[in-house]
């Protein structure tokens, strides 16, 4: 069978037709080709209503359109079965670490209460292009999904425009060219850090988005995926942007988590300095 719609029989249906309450509808599309991920994560804590790990780049959190067995939601379930720990919050794909999940109802709802609440703390690292001058700052810049073009991104805009946006950074080291800085992200918009480290001038290495570049890269990746010249452009093939640490109030404790996720190895590579943290 192509891929098409058919009747219960067998015959295939016309787009035309109109589906009526009581029909069955039979949908047969091609196989599906997964993208290949990492799928091993490291286990930064866990006890009976808190899992915490470390995610790698490369591993999408939750099922899409592309992703589906190669998803941290997927492996959860198949590591934990049917009442698996589900995730709190989210990282993007190419970024790594610290992911925290709640096991049962109740410790779920209580880690997304403090993450909807901003009672979490969180730190990031990045390897920026360029060096920062400023040791340390504020960038406080309000951001928005754009009008047109692809609707994943985000863009800056004028005060009292757009969402308040607010990053903290400080500067660990700066080395050949690079800077390797400290995050602590205020709110939580989407792309927030990568977006206001592009709008200072220093966006991150390997960034699709928001590098030097535009979206050009990410088009090119799409198309034709990492080739060598794309990779030289980019100057890594994802971006390098790591959840270094993370404390949230347990569920059921007193005492806060504080949670850790060491530098990974491609950011060390590219890094090549003595680490500042």
């Not at 309000?142 to 009292?160: F, I, N």
Request: net charge negative.
């Amino acid at each position: 069978m192509k891929s098409c719609a058919y009747r219960a029989d067998g015959t295939p249906r016309r787009a035309s037709e109109r589906v009526r309450e009581g029909e069955t509808v039979i949908l047969v599309r091609p196989s599906f080709d997964e993208p290949e991920t990492p799928r091993d994560f490291g286990i930064l804590y866990e006890d009976d209503e808190v899992l915490a790990v470390d995610k790698p780049a490369g591993l999408p959190m939750h099922p899409t359109a592309t992703y589906h067995r190669n998803t941290l939601t997927y492996i959860l379930g198949e590591r934990y079965g049917e009442d698996c720990p589900q995730i709190a919050h989210r990282l993007d794909r190419e970024t790594s670490g610290v992911v925290v999940c709640g096991k049962g109802i109740e410790a779920e709802r209580a880690l997304k209460i403090c993450f909807e609440r901003r009672e979490v703390s969180k730190s990031y690292l990045a390897i920026c292009e360029g060096e920062i001058p400023d040791d340390e700052g504020i960038i406080d810049v309000p951001m928005s999904s754009v009008e047109e073009g692809l609707h994943v991104l985000m863009r800056t805009r004028e005060p009292g425009e757009g969402l308040p946006s607010r990053t903290h950074y400080q500067v660990r080291e700066r080395h050949a060219g690079l800077t390797l800085v400290e995050l602590h992200p205020e709110t939580g918009r989407q792309h927030q850090l990568r977006v206001h480290l592009a709008w200072l001038g220093f966006p991150i290495v390997g960034d699709k988005l928001y590098g030097p570049e535009k979206e050009k890269p990410f088009l090119d990746w799409v198309e034709h995926g990492m080739t060598p010249g794309l990779l030289a452009r980019l100057g890594m093939e994802r971006q390098a942007l790591h959840a270094w640490r993370l404390s949230i109030r347990h569920p059921s404790r007193e005492a806060p988590l504080e949670l850790e996720a060491p530098l990974p190895a491609d950011m060390r590579s590219l890094w090549g300095g003595e680490e500042a943290i």
